[in-house]
Protein backbone atom coordinates (compact mmCIF):
# COMPACT_ATOMS: atom_id res chain seq x y z
CA UNK A 1 0.00 0.00 0.00
CA UNK A 2 1.62 3.12 -1.29
CA UNK A 3 1.81 6.52 1.32
CA UNK A 4 -0.97 8.12 -0.47
CA UNK A 5 -3.20 4.86 -0.28
CA UNK A 6 -2.82 4.75 3.48
CA UNK A 7 -3.21 8.24 3.79
CA UNK A 8 -6.51 8.11 2.19
CA UNK A 9 -7.47 4.96 4.20
CA UNK A 10 -6.91 6.96 7.62
CA UNK A 11 -8.92 10.17 6.30
CA UNK A 12 -11.58 8.41 5.35
CA UNK A 13 -11.80 6.07 8.89
CA UNK A 14 -11.57 9.43 10.35
CA UNK A 15 -14.19 10.90 8.31
CA UNK A 16 -16.71 8.25 9.25
CA UNK A 17 -15.48 8.61 12.49
CA UNK A 18 -16.37 12.08 12.65
CA UNK A 19 -19.69 11.55 10.99
CA UNK A 20 -20.92 8.77 13.65
CA UNK A 21 -19.70 11.13 16.24
CA UNK A 22 -21.85 14.01 14.72
CA UNK A 23 -24.93 11.16 14.47
CA UNK A 24 -24.65 10.03 18.17
CA UNK A 25 -24.10 13.91 19.63
CA UNK A 26 -27.12 15.15 17.50
CA UNK A 27 -29.34 11.99 18.51
CA UNK A 28 -28.27 12.70 22.35
CA UNK A 29 -28.77 16.30 22.38
CA UNK A 30 -32.47 15.98 20.25
CA UNK A 31 -34.93 17.04 22.98
CA UNK A 32 -37.43 14.57 23.80
CA UNK A 33 -40.95 14.94 23.82
CA UNK A 34 -42.97 14.02 26.40
CA UNK A 35 -47.06 13.30 27.04
CA UNK A 36 -48.04 16.47 29.46
CA UNK A 37 -49.68 15.26 32.47
CA UNK A 38 -52.79 16.80 33.50
CA UNK A 39 -52.67 18.61 37.08
CA UNK A 40 -55.41 17.04 39.51
CA UNK A 41 -58.65 17.93 38.95
CA UNK A 42 -59.90 21.25 41.09
CA UNK A 43 -62.32 19.59 43.36
CA UNK A 44 -59.18 17.05 44.90
CA UNK A 45 -58.49 17.35 48.20
CA UNK A 46 -55.00 18.63 48.92
CA UNK A 47 -54.84 16.69 52.20
CA UNK A 48 -56.20 13.33 50.31
CA UNK A 49 -53.68 13.92 47.70
CA UNK A 50 -50.63 14.83 49.91
CA UNK A 51 -51.54 11.36 51.98
CA UNK A 52 -52.16 8.99 48.77
CA UNK A 53 -48.65 10.77 47.54
CA UNK A 54 -47.04 9.48 50.71
CA UNK A 55 -47.96 6.15 50.30
CA UNK A 56 -46.31 6.08 47.20
CA UNK A 57 -43.06 7.41 48.33
CA UNK A 58 -43.01 4.72 50.55
CA UNK A 59 -44.03 2.00 47.86
CA UNK A 60 -41.37 3.77 46.02
CA UNK A 61 -38.74 3.37 49.06
CA UNK A 62 -37.30 6.92 48.21
CA UNK A 63 -36.34 7.89 50.97
CA UNK A 64 -33.49 5.22 50.82
CA UNK A 65 -31.72 6.20 48.48
CA UNK A 66 -32.51 10.11 49.18
CA UNK A 67 -31.30 10.24 52.45
CA UNK A 68 -27.63 9.67 53.73
CA UNK A 69 -27.20 8.09 56.98
CA UNK A 70 -27.47 10.41 59.74
CA UNK A 71 -29.05 13.16 56.97
CA UNK A 72 -32.34 14.86 57.13
CA UNK A 73 -35.08 12.77 54.85
CA UNK A 74 -34.87 13.04 51.27
CA UNK A 75 -32.01 15.60 51.43
CA UNK A 76 -30.03 13.34 49.44
CA UNK A 77 -25.98 13.10 50.08
CA UNK A 78 -25.86 8.62 49.87
CA UNK A 79 -23.70 7.16 48.08
CA UNK A 80 -24.37 4.77 45.15
CA UNK A 81 -21.90 2.42 43.43
CA UNK A 82 -21.44 1.79 40.10
CA UNK A 83 -19.04 0.10 37.62
CA UNK A 84 -18.35 3.29 36.31
CA UNK A 85 -17.83 5.45 40.37
CA UNK A 86 -19.84 6.30 42.81
CA UNK A 87 -22.80 8.89 42.50
CA UNK A 88 -24.53 10.55 44.83
CA UNK A 89 -28.54 10.58 45.41
CA UNK A 90 -29.95 14.21 44.86
CA UNK A 91 -31.88 16.45 47.19
CA UNK A 92 -35.43 16.08 46.29
CA UNK A 93 -37.13 18.54 49.03
CA UNK A 94 -39.54 21.56 47.90
CA UNK A 95 -36.60 23.63 48.33
CA UNK A 96 -36.22 26.23 45.85
CA UNK A 97 -32.28 26.82 45.63
CA UNK A 98 -31.19 23.24 46.12
CA UNK A 99 -34.03 20.62 45.78
CA UNK A 100 -37.09 20.35 43.42
CA UNK A 101 -39.30 23.01 44.74
CA UNK A 102 -39.25 24.87 40.88
CA UNK A 103 -40.28 21.49 39.73
CA UNK A 104 -44.22 21.50 37.81
CA UNK A 105 -45.78 18.72 37.39
CA UNK A 106 -44.04 18.17 33.53
CA UNK A 107 -40.99 18.98 35.40
CA UNK A 108 -41.16 16.01 38.11
CA UNK A 109 -43.00 13.71 35.54
CA UNK A 110 -40.17 13.71 33.29
CA UNK A 111 -37.65 13.19 35.76
CA UNK A 112 -39.33 10.07 37.01
CA UNK A 113 -41.32 8.08 34.60
CA UNK A 114 -38.43 9.30 31.88
CA UNK A 115 -35.18 9.98 33.49
CA UNK A 116 -34.89 13.38 32.14
CA UNK A 117 -33.72 16.68 34.43
CA UNK A 118 -36.13 19.65 34.35
CA UNK A 119 -32.71 21.71 32.49
CA UNK A 120 -32.48 18.76 29.77
CA UNK A 121 -30.08 16.29 30.84
CA UNK A 122 -30.47 12.48 31.46
CA UNK A 123 -30.32 10.90 35.10
CA UNK A 124 -27.88 8.21 35.13
CA UNK A 125 -30.22 4.78 35.56
CA UNK A 126 -28.89 4.52 39.25
CA UNK A 127 -32.49 6.47 39.85
CA UNK A 128 -34.99 3.61 38.36
CA UNK A 129 -37.36 5.29 35.87
CA UNK A 130 -37.49 2.36 33.42
CA UNK A 131 -39.46 0.92 36.17
CA UNK A 132 -41.10 4.05 37.44
CA UNK A 133 -42.34 4.55 33.86
CA UNK A 134 -45.51 2.30 35.10
CA UNK A 135 -46.32 4.12 37.79
CA UNK A 136 -50.01 5.56 36.99
CA UNK A 137 -50.80 9.06 36.24
CA UNK A 138 -52.74 9.22 39.25
CA UNK A 139 -49.69 8.15 41.85
CA UNK A 140 -47.38 10.22 39.57
CA UNK A 141 -49.95 13.29 40.96
CA UNK A 142 -50.16 11.98 44.05
CA UNK A 143 -46.20 12.00 44.66
CA UNK A 144 -46.00 15.42 43.29
CA UNK A 145 -48.21 16.73 46.03
CA UNK A 146 -46.49 15.00 48.55
CA UNK A 147 -43.12 16.07 47.96
CA UNK A 148 -43.95 19.59 47.17
CA UNK A 149 -46.51 19.93 50.14
CA UNK A 150 -46.11 17.39 52.51
CA UNK A 151 -41.97 17.43 52.61
CA UNK A 152 -39.72 19.42 55.05
CA UNK A 153 -37.96 22.02 52.74
CA UNK A 154 -34.08 21.12 53.09
CA UNK A 155 -31.51 23.88 51.77
CA UNK A 156 -28.49 20.91 50.71
CA UNK A 157 -26.38 21.48 47.52
CA UNK A 158 -26.53 18.65 45.46
CA UNK A 159 -22.80 17.03 45.97
CA UNK A 160 -20.80 16.03 42.35
CA UNK A 161 -20.52 12.55 42.02
CA UNK A 162 -16.81 10.90 42.07
CA UNK A 163 -17.01 9.39 38.16
CA UNK A 164 -13.61 10.31 36.43
CA UNK A 165 -13.56 11.44 32.99
CA UNK A 166 -14.59 10.51 30.14
CA UNK A 167 -17.17 8.34 32.15
CA UNK A 168 -18.98 11.78 33.59
CA UNK A 169 -19.68 12.97 30.52
CA UNK A 170 -23.29 13.11 30.47
CA UNK A 171 -24.49 13.59 27.17
CA UNK A 172 -23.56 9.53 26.07
CA UNK A 173 -26.55 9.07 29.10
CA UNK A 174 -29.09 10.80 26.67
CA UNK A 175 -28.41 7.30 24.15
CA UNK A 176 -28.27 4.79 26.84
CA UNK A 177 -31.98 6.13 27.90
CA UNK A 178 -33.53 6.80 24.64
CA UNK A 179 -32.53 3.32 23.22
CA UNK A 180 -33.05 1.01 26.58
CA UNK A 181 -35.11 3.47 29.01
CA UNK A 182 -39.00 4.02 28.56
CA UNK A 183 -40.46 5.33 25.65
CA UNK A 184 -44.47 6.70 25.72
CA UNK A 185 -45.64 5.99 28.90
CA UNK A 186 -49.09 3.91 28.82
CA UNK A 187 -51.26 2.76 31.05
CA UNK A 188 -50.41 -0.36 32.95
CA UNK A 189 -52.11 -3.44 31.69
CA UNK A 190 -54.38 -4.50 34.45
CA UNK A 191 -56.58 -6.89 31.80
CA UNK A 192 -53.61 -9.37 31.36
CA UNK A 193 -53.73 -10.34 35.20
CA UNK A 194 -55.84 -13.15 36.44
CA UNK A 195 -57.37 -11.52 38.95
CA UNK A 196 -57.27 -7.67 40.63
CA UNK A 197 -54.98 -8.64 43.22
CA UNK A 198 -52.33 -10.14 40.92
CA UNK A 199 -53.07 -6.77 38.94
CA UNK A 200 -52.10 -4.95 42.22
CA UNK A 201 -49.12 -6.98 42.78
CA UNK A 202 -47.71 -7.07 39.37
CA UNK A 203 -47.92 -2.85 39.75
CA UNK A 204 -46.46 -2.85 43.20
CA UNK A 205 -43.30 -5.17 41.90
CA UNK A 206 -42.85 -3.82 38.30
CA UNK A 207 -43.27 0.02 39.14
CA UNK A 208 -42.82 1.97 42.46
CA UNK A 209 -41.15 -1.40 44.12
CA UNK A 210 -38.85 -1.19 41.13
CA UNK A 211 -38.17 -4.62 41.82
CA UNK A 212 -36.25 -5.82 39.13
CA UNK A 213 -33.53 -3.19 39.70
CA UNK A 214 -32.02 -5.48 41.68
CA UNK A 215 -33.45 -8.36 41.19
CA UNK A 216 -32.68 -8.82 37.58
CA UNK A 217 -30.03 -9.38 35.39
CA UNK A 218 -28.31 -6.84 33.38
CA UNK A 219 -27.04 -6.84 29.81
CA UNK A 220 -23.45 -6.05 29.42
CA UNK A 221 -25.08 -2.36 28.41
CA UNK A 222 -26.27 -2.47 31.82
CA UNK A 223 -30.07 -2.64 31.02
CA UNK A 224 -32.64 -4.63 33.36
CA UNK A 225 -32.73 -8.15 30.62
CA UNK A 226 -36.28 -7.77 31.56
CA UNK A 227 -39.04 -5.23 32.82
CA UNK A 228 -41.93 -7.72 33.67
CA UNK A 229 -42.72 -11.20 33.43
CA UNK A 230 -43.53 -11.06 29.12
CA UNK A 231 -41.69 -11.48 26.19
CA UNK A 232 -38.74 -13.57 25.23
CA UNK A 233 -37.02 -12.64 27.97
CA UNK A 234 -39.71 -12.71 30.63
CA UNK A 235 -38.01 -15.65 32.22
CA UNK A 236 -35.62 -13.31 33.30
CA UNK A 237 -37.49 -11.27 35.42
CA UNK A 238 -36.27 -11.61 39.04
CA UNK A 239 -34.27 -14.53 38.69
CA UNK A 240 -31.44 -12.91 40.62
CA UNK A 241 -29.14 -9.76 40.00
CA UNK A 242 -25.61 -8.40 40.59
CA UNK A 243 -24.39 -7.34 44.32
CA UNK A 244 -25.55 -4.59 45.72
CA UNK A 245 -23.47 -3.23 48.33
CA UNK A 246 -21.74 -6.72 48.65
CA UNK A 247 -24.30 -8.84 48.39
CA UNK A 248 -26.35 -10.65 45.87
CA UNK A 249 -29.87 -10.05 45.04
CA UNK A 250 -31.48 -13.17 44.91
CA UNK A 251 -33.65 -14.97 42.63
CA UNK A 252 -37.37 -14.12 43.50
CA UNK A 253 -39.20 -17.06 40.80
CA UNK A 254 -40.48 -20.29 41.99
CA UNK A 255 -37.03 -22.52 41.84
CA UNK A 256 -36.85 -24.54 44.51
CA UNK A 257 -33.93 -24.78 45.50
CA UNK A 258 -32.10 -20.80 44.75
CA UNK A 259 -35.67 -18.73 44.52
CA UNK A 260 -38.73 -18.96 46.14
CA UNK A 261 -40.51 -21.91 44.99
CA UNK A 262 -40.23 -23.86 48.59
CA UNK A 263 -41.57 -20.56 50.22
CA UNK A 264 -45.69 -20.14 50.78
CA UNK A 265 -47.35 -16.63 50.11
CA UNK A 266 -47.25 -16.17 54.01
CA UNK A 267 -43.64 -16.15 54.21
CA UNK A 268 -43.02 -13.82 51.83
CA UNK A 269 -45.20 -11.67 53.24
CA UNK A 270 -43.52 -12.06 56.86
CA UNK A 271 -40.27 -11.57 55.40
CA UNK A 272 -41.37 -7.88 53.85
CA UNK A 273 -43.40 -7.15 56.85
CA UNK A 274 -40.47 -8.34 59.11
CA UNK A 275 -37.29 -9.50 57.34
CA UNK A 276 -37.64 -12.76 58.85
CA UNK A 277 -40.16 -15.74 58.09
CA UNK A 278 -40.38 -19.47 59.59
CA UNK A 279 -37.43 -20.63 58.26
CA UNK A 280 -35.14 -17.72 57.04
CA UNK A 281 -34.39 -13.99 57.11
CA UNK A 282 -32.88 -11.15 54.81
CA UNK A 283 -29.54 -10.60 55.38
CA UNK A 284 -27.34 -7.50 53.93
CA UNK A 285 -28.37 -3.81 53.95
CA UNK A 286 -29.69 -3.42 50.94
CA UNK A 287 -32.92 -5.33 51.65
CA UNK A 288 -32.67 -4.28 55.36
CA UNK A 289 -33.33 -0.81 54.10
CA UNK A 290 -36.68 -2.18 51.80
CA UNK A 291 -37.89 -3.82 54.86
CA UNK A 292 -37.46 -1.03 57.32
CA UNK A 293 -38.23 1.86 55.09
CA UNK A 294 -40.92 -0.08 52.68
CA UNK A 295 -42.60 -2.44 53.30
CA UNK A 296 -43.19 -2.62 56.80
CA UNK A 297 -44.92 0.25 56.37
CA UNK A 298 -47.84 -0.67 53.56
CA UNK A 299 -50.93 -2.10 54.09
CA UNK A 300 -51.24 -6.01 54.54
CA UNK A 301 -53.38 -6.38 51.03
CA UNK A 302 -50.67 -4.88 49.39
CA UNK A 303 -48.19 -6.79 50.55
CA UNK A 304 -50.55 -9.99 50.10
CA UNK A 305 -50.46 -8.63 46.71
CA UNK A 306 -46.97 -8.22 46.25
CA UNK A 307 -46.80 -11.79 47.51
CA UNK A 308 -49.57 -13.37 45.35
CA UNK A 309 -47.85 -12.08 42.38
CA UNK A 310 -44.52 -13.35 42.81
CA UNK A 311 -45.81 -16.89 43.72
CA UNK A 312 -47.18 -16.96 39.57
CA UNK A 313 -43.54 -16.52 38.41
CA UNK A 314 -42.42 -19.74 37.03
CA UNK A 315 -39.08 -21.38 37.78
CA UNK A 316 -36.02 -20.02 36.25
CA UNK A 317 -34.47 -23.05 35.74
CA UNK A 318 -30.99 -22.07 35.95
CA UNK A 319 -29.44 -23.31 39.42
CA UNK A 320 -26.81 -25.88 39.40
CA UNK A 321 -27.43 -26.00 43.14
CA UNK A 322 -29.35 -29.12 44.30
CA UNK A 323 -31.24 -29.31 47.55
CA UNK A 324 -32.18 -32.86 48.67
CA UNK A 325 -33.21 -33.17 53.09
CA UNK A 326 -30.81 -35.64 54.84
CA UNK A 327 -30.22 -36.48 58.37
CA UNK A 328 -26.40 -37.51 57.46
CA UNK A 329 -24.73 -34.46 58.91
CA UNK A 330 -27.20 -34.35 61.76
CA UNK A 331 -25.55 -37.66 62.56
CA UNK A 332 -21.94 -36.40 61.91
CA UNK A 333 -21.95 -33.49 64.32
CA UNK A 334 -23.92 -35.45 67.01
CA UNK A 335 -21.81 -38.41 67.43
CA UNK A 336 -18.33 -36.13 67.53
CA UNK A 337 -16.52 -38.35 65.30
CA UNK A 338 -16.04 -35.70 62.38
CA UNK A 339 -12.10 -37.03 61.95
CA UNK A 340 -10.25 -34.71 59.83
CA UNK A 341 -13.42 -32.68 58.64
CA UNK A 342 -12.15 -29.70 59.03
CA UNK A 343 -15.22 -27.61 57.49
CA UNK A 344 -17.64 -29.77 60.09
CA UNK A 345 -15.01 -28.90 63.42
CA UNK A 346 -15.56 -25.32 62.07
CA UNK A 347 -19.21 -25.39 61.96
CA UNK A 348 -19.26 -27.25 65.72
CA UNK A 349 -16.51 -23.86 66.52
CA UNK A 350 -18.58 -21.49 65.83
CA UNK A 351 -21.92 -21.77 64.22
CA UNK A 352 -23.05 -24.83 66.53
CA UNK A 353 -24.44 -22.50 69.47
CA UNK A 354 -27.01 -21.13 67.49
CA UNK A 355 -27.93 -23.11 64.46
CA UNK A 356 -27.53 -26.06 66.02
CA UNK A 357 -26.41 -29.65 64.71
CA UNK A 358 -29.37 -30.10 62.52
CA UNK A 359 -28.72 -26.76 60.99
CA UNK A 360 -32.15 -25.78 61.60
CA UNK A 361 -32.05 -23.16 64.21
CA UNK A 362 -34.77 -22.35 66.00
CA UNK A 363 -36.85 -21.73 63.53
CA UNK A 364 -38.46 -17.36 63.57
CA UNK A 365 -34.78 -16.42 65.82
CA UNK A 366 -32.24 -17.81 63.70
CA UNK A 367 -32.47 -18.53 59.68
CA UNK A 368 -32.73 -22.40 59.04
CA UNK A 369 -29.30 -23.28 56.37
CA UNK A 370 -30.93 -26.78 54.88
CA UNK A 371 -32.60 -25.54 51.72
CA UNK A 372 -31.78 -21.84 52.34
CA UNK A 373 -31.84 -20.20 48.56
CA UNK A 374 -29.13 -17.55 50.04
CA UNK A 375 -26.55 -20.77 50.77
CA UNK A 376 -27.70 -22.43 47.90
CA UNK A 377 -27.03 -19.30 45.26
CA UNK A 378 -24.61 -20.31 42.39
CA UNK A 379 -22.56 -17.34 43.79
CA UNK A 380 -21.53 -17.67 47.49
CA UNK A 381 -20.73 -14.40 48.31
CA UNK A 382 -23.35 -13.17 50.33
CA UNK A 383 -22.82 -16.49 52.73
CA UNK A 384 -19.08 -15.79 52.79
CA UNK A 385 -19.84 -11.76 53.73
CA UNK A 386 -22.17 -13.31 56.59
CA UNK A 387 -19.80 -15.18 57.73
CA UNK A 388 -17.25 -12.37 57.35
CA UNK A 389 -18.44 -9.50 58.57
CA UNK A 390 -22.34 -10.86 60.26
CA UNK A 391 -25.47 -9.52 59.63
CA UNK A 392 -28.84 -7.39 61.42
CA UNK A 393 -31.86 -7.82 60.70
CA UNK A 394 -34.03 -5.12 60.53
CA UNK A 395 -36.08 -3.62 63.62
CA UNK A 396 -40.02 -3.78 62.54
CA UNK A 397 -42.70 -2.42 64.36
CA UNK A 398 -43.97 -6.78 64.27
CA UNK A 399 -40.30 -7.56 65.13
CA UNK A 400 -38.95 -4.83 67.21
CA UNK A 401 -35.83 -7.10 67.97
CA UNK A 402 -32.56 -6.14 65.58
CA UNK A 403 -31.19 -9.58 66.54
CA UNK A 404 -27.86 -9.92 64.81
CA UNK A 405 -24.75 -12.77 63.79
CA UNK A 406 -21.57 -11.70 64.83
CA UNK A 407 -19.13 -11.67 62.45
CA UNK A 408 -15.90 -13.85 62.08
CA UNK A 409 -13.60 -12.87 60.19
CA UNK A 410 -11.53 -11.87 62.96
CA UNK A 411 -10.74 -15.16 63.66
CA UNK A 412 -10.89 -17.12 60.43
CA UNK A 413 -8.57 -17.15 57.82
CA UNK A 414 -9.15 -17.35 54.13
CA UNK A 415 -8.96 -21.08 53.69
CA UNK A 416 -10.96 -21.89 56.86
CA UNK A 417 -13.99 -19.50 55.41
CA UNK A 418 -13.78 -21.59 52.59
CA UNK A 419 -13.59 -24.69 53.98
CA UNK A 420 -16.95 -23.58 56.92
CA UNK A 421 -19.03 -22.10 53.73
CA UNK A 422 -17.97 -25.22 51.53
CA UNK A 423 -19.55 -27.57 54.65
CA UNK A 424 -22.68 -25.75 55.11
CA UNK A 425 -23.25 -25.36 50.76
CA UNK A 426 -23.09 -29.19 51.05
CA UNK A 427 -24.84 -30.16 54.18
CA UNK A 428 -27.93 -31.39 55.22
CA UNK A 429 -28.83 -32.05 52.02
CA UNK A 430 -27.43 -29.43 50.32
CA UNK A 431 -25.60 -29.78 47.14
CA UNK A 432 -23.69 -26.44 45.73
CA UNK A 433 -20.29 -25.55 44.78
CA UNK A 434 -17.51 -24.98 46.96
CA UNK A 435 -16.03 -22.11 47.84
CA UNK A 436 -12.58 -21.04 47.26
CA UNK A 437 -9.78 -19.44 49.62
CA UNK A 438 -9.43 -16.70 46.73
CA UNK A 439 -13.15 -15.99 46.60
CA UNK A 440 -13.03 -15.79 50.56
CA UNK A 441 -9.71 -12.94 50.01
CA UNK A 442 -12.19 -10.91 47.53
CA UNK A 443 -15.19 -10.15 49.68
CA UNK A 444 -12.66 -9.78 52.75
CA UNK A 445 -10.79 -6.73 50.76
CA UNK A 446 -14.50 -5.40 49.29
CA UNK A 447 -15.45 -5.19 53.01
CA UNK A 448 -12.06 -3.98 54.47
CA UNK A 449 -12.76 -1.27 51.16
CA UNK A 450 -16.23 -0.65 53.00
CA UNK A 451 -14.27 0.70 56.16
CA UNK A 452 -13.90 -2.52 57.83
CA UNK A 453 -17.10 -3.36 58.42
CA UNK A 454 -20.64 -4.62 56.80
CA UNK A 455 -23.14 -2.62 55.14
CA UNK A 456 -26.10 -3.26 56.89
CA UNK A 457 -25.41 -2.08 60.64
CA UNK A 458 -29.40 -1.43 60.87
CA UNK A 459 -28.53 2.51 59.90
CA UNK A 460 -32.38 3.20 58.82
CA UNK A 461 -31.28 7.09 58.89
Known amino acids: MTMSTTKKAIAAVVGIGAVVFAGALAYA??????????????????????????????????????TAPGGKPFAGGLAVHSPIGDMYSTNITPDKQTGIGNYSLNDFDRAIRHGIRNDGASLYPAMPYPSYA???????????????????????????????????????????????????????????????????GAYLVQGPGHCGTCHTPRA????????????????????????IDGWRAVNLRGDQVDGLGAWTEQDIVDTLKTGRNRHTAVVGGPMNDVVAHSMQHMNDTDVHAIAAYLKTL???????????ASEDTTRLLKSGKDGDNRGAQLYLDNCNACHRSDGKSNAITFPALPGNPTVLADDPTSLIRVILAGSRLPSTKERPSDLAMPGF????????????????????????????ASEVAKVRRAIKEDGGKSLDEGDTH
Open 29 to 66: LSPSETRAIAPAAGTADQAQLVEAGRYVAIASDCIACH
Open 134 to 200: RLSDQDLRALYAYFMHGVEPVNAANRKNDIAWPLSIRWPVAIWRKTFGPGDVAPFEVAKYQSEQLAR
Open 220 to 243: ATMQELALDESGKDGKEYLSGGAL
Open 314 to 324: PAHGGAKATFA
Open 409 to 436: GWRLNDEETAELVTFVRNSWGNHAKGAS
